[in-house]
């Protein structure tokens, strides 16, 4: 059939055949045309007319849809965030110099992963593709017969690498995973990449694919090749080294198939070699602190809860970076912080000498906001698709670089900044590269590299020659329309100039009569004919020559820069690096001003103390200030700390505070406390707030198991752990229950327990701190002003009695009938009360909660509206310091009348 096809539709059924699973855009002149299924998807989803041409193999009419070439940029984004893959079909050969049917092939596929047009991205955010590699092994020494299969004894090696082809950065690691690959959906989770592939043998299980697809689009792809040793040949060939030991995955198989896999499918859907692609970094999650993704949810580290968006989170408080490397790296930073006190305070030394030199900082951000997004733009240069403005973005952000330099030349002492400011300095063709732009393109450069108007004239005698031959001849046709409109008498004669008759004559009809004899037709209008003569074609060609030449030259003079830049690709990437780091240790230092944060120290032990500790997103939100609060735990005395309260009395907000001010210190931060030490913490584990995970077909209650099972198995003791409410999806009995096992398991799990903030509204759970030596009960005051309840949001020690729930329900406005009628149910509810006797049979006689006996003595302590700060009993309120100061016997009225004044003003 296909003999029947014209020559074109047979290009087109070809790259269909070649690339099965792309939707094919076919570059047909101006227009990227699709045919078939693809014509009904594309209009289907781009909302663009169907129409049909032609007929198919069946004879059949074809349907056809098309975009205007020049709206790719507009049309192609949609539908890869959609998950399809496109492959441009373009024309190889210029249709004019064209013999028979135009040369077509497909150049390029693009995907969701391997896009590097500017187009494709919304924000600065990288762009990557997931690859991984792994398979089965068992758990050594616990694969026992009795441990049937569902057991999960089986764990995965699992490799993974990301890879951002628009910036070059490429990363690897290998870890070993449980079988419900909690490790990698948490790697997902923090790397958010575009796009995953996966090998047939991973692809085929389900349920791994079906977590994934939740996530990311996942893509199956084979590697050509087979094994690891290949893949380090094929990944030692591409970075020309002869051991990958440098890189540090030599012997990490499954990073390095891993590898491999992302090189190949940027490869084939490239089609072409990446050279920017130049170094393999292997990163160990050892290094890191772990916040899997129910925590980075949870604790709105980069994406809010309600819309995914950026807003209230903790990247967003801090981002007020100046260059788009410096948003990525900032995001890295509080998506990996560290674990070693060390490095950490490598970044907190250099945060605080930007921080004390709010001159210094302003120099080096005015200049920071000069530099665009280098890594992109050596990107696009070193791939082959950038063009005369982004040499113009480039050479603007190079210039900025010596300023930066200098800023830090003299005064500098921490060791990061010292190590930046020599990493910048070692650049030496930095000057030569932006000078060798300066030099060639123009300010202002046109979009298109192939139209000429982009090198600035003197750069070149060849050019300039043609130049003056293409810009005489404007002249010699001012003069040549002169000439012929004397000669003719035909005073409206016009020379002029079209893309597809070249120069011509034009006469209007009502002058016919005069048209000179010499003058030959060539074409004919509604109102005017036009005419050449052999005079004029022959400056035609001149002129036509001389501007063909004249655009070739300058693409070549491009391709030039563009090759001489590309040599130096990874100095500008490492460059493009440090650029990013600088920005955000300025940016902490900022934050670190502006918002009144101090510098935490971090230990090695498992203490955290934390004194007015606040919430870094919710401090800007509430509308009466934020209420600062303290944090004191460790694992001997106060490892697991029972934290109740009514409902909206500030629990949760405690508890991630006191996370995300532990993740801020471990990322190098400046934390909103007025004194805070951490002993690092290896990961955080959440289990805030319900939410039904619909997608995945789950039910809030089992969500919530799923994460605390996780939790129960996962946690190390130097982990720190928020629960909020378990148990309660599910009957007040289970819940409790599930509650107490909970915590009796984590306090006594071993000798040195894990540090766990527990929120609960089961007030019962309070009594445990008599019977489990590490737990300690606090609460969320609260105070009763007649029916009114006032939250206090200081968190004191000891337990509350009662959940409120009635009350803020009543604040919630539910209707009074309602509220009346509760109450009166809560107070049959007590008569029978219900969980004493819980506890009664438990233990087998009645006891009366000593929670109940000391929550009301802690009322009479609660800071009330005395504004007291301190959440350990021993430590004073300034009113308390001030009255023990004050020596009675040598005050006079008066002035013990002004002391009560200035007491007073204290407490409000
Ligand atoms: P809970 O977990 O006890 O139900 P939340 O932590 O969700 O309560 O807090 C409810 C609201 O109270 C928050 O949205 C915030 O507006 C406010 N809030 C919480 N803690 C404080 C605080 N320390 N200072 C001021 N307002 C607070």
Redesign the pocket.
């Known amino acids: 059939m296909t003999e029947m096809m014209t020559p074109a539709m047979r290009q087109y059924y070809e790259a269909k055949q070649a690339y099965p699973d792309t939707l094919i855009f076919f570059r047909m002149g101006d227009f990227y045309e699709s045919f078939g299924e693809d014509a009904k998807t594309i209009a289907k989803e781009l909302e663009i007319t169907l129409t049909a041409r032609g007929k198919n193999r069946e004879g059949e009419k074809m349907p056809l849809a098309g975009i205007p070439y020049h709206a790719l940029d507009t049309y192609l984004p949609r539908l890869i965030n959609k998950g399809y893959k496109v492959a441009l079909c373009e024309q190889l050969e210029d249709p004019k110099q064209a013999k028979g049917v135009v040369k077509r092939g497909v150049v390029r596929v693009v995907t969701p992963g391997t896009a590097i047009d500017s187009s494709m991205f919304s924000d600065a955010s990288n762009n990557y593709l997931m690859a991984v590699a792994g398979k089965e092994v068992g758990k050594s020494g616990k694969n026992t017969e009795k441990n049937s299969e569902k057991n999960s004894e089986k764990e995965m090696e699992m490799g993974v690498s990301f890879l951002d082809i628009s910036t070059g950065e490429f990363l690897t690691t290998q870890f070993r995973d449980s079988e419900n690959f909690e490790k990698l959906l948490s790697e997902l989770a923090r790397m958010h990449p575009a796009e995953c592939i996966l090998p047939p043998s991973l692809y085929g299980n389900s349920d791994l694919v079906d977590r994934l697809k939740g996530q990311t689009i996942v893509q199956v792809f084979a590697p050509e090749i087979s094994g690891s040793e290949e893949a380090g040949e094929k990944l030692k060939h591409h970075f020309k080294v002869a051991t990958l030991e440098g890189m540090g995955c030599e012997k990490l198989d499954f990073a390095v198939s891993s590898a491999w896999a992302a090189l190949e499918y940027a490869q084939t859907t490239q089609l072409r070699d990446l050279e920017h692609i130049n170094t393999l970094r292997t990163y160990s999650n050892s290094e890191f602190m772990i916040l899997d993704s129910i925590t980075l949810r949870n604790l709105e580290i980069v994406k809010n809860v309600r819309d995914e968006g950026d807003a209230n989170s903790l990247y967003r408080i801090l981002n007020c970076t100046k260059t788009p490397m410096g948003s990525r790296t900032l995001k890295k930073w509080l998506l990996k912080p560290l674990l070693s006190v060390e490095n950490i305070n490598l970044r907190l030394d250099a945060v605080e000498e930007l921080a004390a030199d709010p001159l210094l900082r302003y120099d080096i951000r005015k200049w920071l906001s000069e530099v665009r997004d280098i890594e992109r733009l050596v990107g696009r240069v070193v791939y082959g698709n950038s063009n005369a403005r982004d040499l113009i973005a480039l050479k603007k952000s190079l210039d900025a670089v010596p300023p930066i330099r200098d800023c830090l030349k003299e005064k500098i002492e921490s060791e990061l900044l010292k190590e930046i400011a020599e990493g910048l300095a070692s650049f030496s063709e930095l000057e030569n590269l932006a000078e060798m732009i300066e030099k060639a393109i123009v300010e202002e450069p046109p979009v298109s590299v192939r139209e000429g108007g982009m090198i600035k004239p003197g750069y070149g005698a060849e050019l300039d020659e043609l130049r003056d031959i293409a810009s005489n001849s404007k002249q010699w046709i001012a003069a040549f329309q002169q000439k012929e409109k004397e000669r003719s008498g035909i005073k409206s004669l016009k020379v002029g100039y079209n893309k597809v008759f070249g120069y011509y004559i034009e006469i209007t009809n009502a002058n016919s009569s005069q048209v000179p004899e010499d003058y030959i037709r060539k074409q004919t209008m509604s109102n005017a004919e036009r005419f050449f003569t052999p005079e004029l074609k022959e400056k035609e060609s001149l002129i036509l020559t001389a501007n063909d030449k004249s655009m070739a030259l300058e693409y070549e003079i491009f391709l030039k820069i563009t090759q001489a830049l590309s040599a130096h690709s990874r100095e500008l990437q490492e460059t493009a690096e440090r650029i990013g780091a600088l920005d955000v240790l300025a940016v902490l230092a900022e934050a670190a001003g502006n918002n009144n944060y101090v510098r935490p120290q971090l230990t090695d032990d498992c203490k955290i103390l934390i004194r007015d500790g606040r919430h870094p997103v ?1 401090e800007n939100t ?1 509308p009466g200030g ?2 600062p ?1 303290d944090t004191e735990m460790d694992c001997k005395e106060d490892q697991f700390l029972l934290v109740t ?1 009514p ?8 508890m991630r505070q006191t996370a995300l001010i532990a993740i801020m210190a471990q990322a190098g931060s400046f934390v909103p406390a007025s004194h805070a030490s951490i002993g690092v913490i290896d990961q955080v584990f959440t289990r805030i707030g319900a939410f039904d995970d619909l997608a995945s077909g789950q039910s809030t209650f089992m969500v919530e198991m799923v994460e605390l099972a996780n939790i129960l198995n996962n946690a190390s003791p130097r982990s720190l752990i928020l629960l909020d409410e378990i148990g309660r999806g599910t009957s007040t009995y289970d819940g409790y229950s599930i509650a107490k096992a909970v915590v009796e398991f984590l306090h006594n799990r071993g000798k040195v327990g894990v540090r766990a903030l527990f ?1 609960t509204h089961y007030h019962q759970l309070t009594a445990l701190e008599e019977k489990l030596k590490r737990v300690k009960n606090y609460h ?1 005051a609260v105070k009763e002003e007649g029916h009114e309840l006032v ?1 206090l ?1 200081k968190i004191v020690p000891g337990a509350t009695d009662r959940s409120y729930g009635i009350q803020v329900a009543r604040l919630a406005g539910v209707p009074e009938k309602v509220i009346e009628r509760a109450n009166e149910i809560l107070k049959e509810l007590e008569k029978e009360n219900v969980f004493e006797e819980a506890e009664e049979s438990e233990n087998g006689k009645k006891k009366k909660s000593k929670a109940t006996a000391r929550y009301t003595q802690m009322m009479l302590f609660d800071p009330g509206s005395s504004g007291r700060t301190s959440a350990q009993a021993n430590r004073s309120s300034p009113v308390e310091a001030t009255l023990k100061k004050l020596n009675l016997e040598e005050m006079t009225p008066i002035e013990a009348l002004n002391k009560l004044h200035e007491l007073k003003r204290l407490l409000n």
């Open positions: 919710v509430v934020f209420v609060n309260g409902n909206m009395a500030g629990k949760s907000t405690y929120a969320i939250f949001r």
